[in-house]
């Protein structure tokens, strides 16, 4: 008698099974949850973006995914999404070095992203002669390593020279240049103002960027997203990240986890010191 009662009474503690309401309102609560956290690391620490050109060949190739670091130089109101922000300026704010590679929101157009290096600091003096790259009218040593056919969207296949360039710091990286005289291989002396950057592609005649002064110019430290750190995915252009069916074909692994920190052969000094 003791026994069918106690198995009545399990039976009455079974919690009754989920309507179909219920099922989608615990649905929904866990994807709001989940995009309210996605949202936080997508604000606060890492951001995704993929590259849809070549400007900052070698580097960076067409069809790379990258993770670009938040906390790099603080935040502005264009860490987050949509600008919105009730910031002035930047909070937490640390000065970029030279050579970073930075994504940014173009000053001609703040919907815009756009990545490039940094490579003139505010109060210095940028000059392209001959393809020569001239701070503060100082010539940046650059040393060939070879030729190097690639794509390009002007020309068909070009032939490139790339070069290991060494910016003042002891900051090395590679660059590619189709001569020394291009479009933008001469220039005015640009005078970079305070709170402002001057930003350069690896690519150097197939890059807009801060010698093109109606489309980029000079970018205010505002504007900076955060610092791309590393590749997580890439395929060869033919594919995208939402396209696994074609990955077989598509997918370069030898890119996976490559970062984008340049080769810094000695520290910058401190503005503190």
Do not use: C
Not at 239 to 250: G, H, L, R, S
């Amino acid at each position: 008698m003791n026994e069918k009662v106690e198995m009545k009474t399990d039976e009455k503690e079974k919690a009754p099974p989920l309507n179909a309401k219920e099922e989608l309102n615990d649905f929904f609560k866990t994807a709001m949850i989940a995009v309210f956290l996605a949202m936080l690391i997508r604000s606060f620490m890492y951001e995704p973006f993929n590259i849809p050109s070549g400007s900052m060949r070698p580097t960076l190739e067409v069809g790379d995914y990258l993770f670009v670091h938040k906390p790099s130089y603080g935040y502005s109101r264009y860490s987050f999404p949509f600008g919105i922000a009730p910031i002035e300026g930047r909070i937490w704010a640390k000065e970029p070095q030279r050579g970073d590679v930075v994504v940014f929101k173009l000053p001609s157009n703040t919907g815009v992203d756009y990545i490039k290096r940094v490579v003139g600091l505010p109060g210095e003096t940028i000059q392209v002669r001959r393809g020569r790259l001239y701070i503060d009218n100082e010539l940046v040593e650059r040393e060939p390593v070879g030729l190097k056919k690639i794509e390009n969207p002007r020309h068909g296949n070009t032939n490139m020279i790339e070069y290991i360039e060494t910016l003042p710091g002891g900051v090395m990286h590679s660059i590619y240049e189709e001569s020394d005289d291009e479009v933008l291989d001469n220039t005015d002396v640009y005078t970079v103002p305070e709170g402002h950057y001057f930003m350069m592609g690896d690519n150097r005649d197939n890059s807009q960027d801060s010698r093109v002064s109606h489309v980029v110019g000079y970018v205010p430290f505002e504007n900076f997203v955060g610092r791309a750190d590393f590749i997580f995915f890439s395929t060869n252009g033919k594919a995208t990240i939402f396209e696994p069916w074609k990955w077989p074909w598509a997918i370069r692994y030898n890119r996976f986890f490559n970062s984008i920190d340049p080769v810094r052969s000695q520290p910058e000094a401190s503005s503190e010191s």
